[in-house]
């Protein structure tokens, strides 16, 4: 998977979270049609640029929310 390809994911869910607030990993992979492989690498970079964060480290299934600076 080339940067590109990552960056242009990360808009994706960027985007979804943007317009439907926060998800689940599973409800955030069927909104975007991304899989695993490429939700997981775009949500690190959203990360890295400090864009998102999850809710509840500790439950099972945390969500993932937007930063709006």
């Known amino acids: 998977m080339i940067k ?3 960056g242009e994911n990360a ?3 960027w985007e979804t979270l943007n317009e ?3 998800l689940s990993i599973d409800k955030l992979k069927t909104l975007t049609e991304l899989n695993k ?3 997981l690498m775009a ?3 959203l990360a890295r640029e400090e864009k998102i964060f999850q809710t509840n480290p ?3 299934d945390w969500k993932i929310c ?3 600076n």
Request: charged letters at 30%; zero cysteines.
């Open 4 to 6: 590109n390809e990552i």
């Open 11 to 13: 808009g994706k869910i």
């Open 20 to 22: 439907k607030g926060e």
């Open 37 to 39: 492989q490429q939700l």
């Open 43 to 45: 949500i690190g970079w």
């Open 58 to 60: 500790y439950e099972k």
């Open 66 to 68: 937007p930063v709006y």
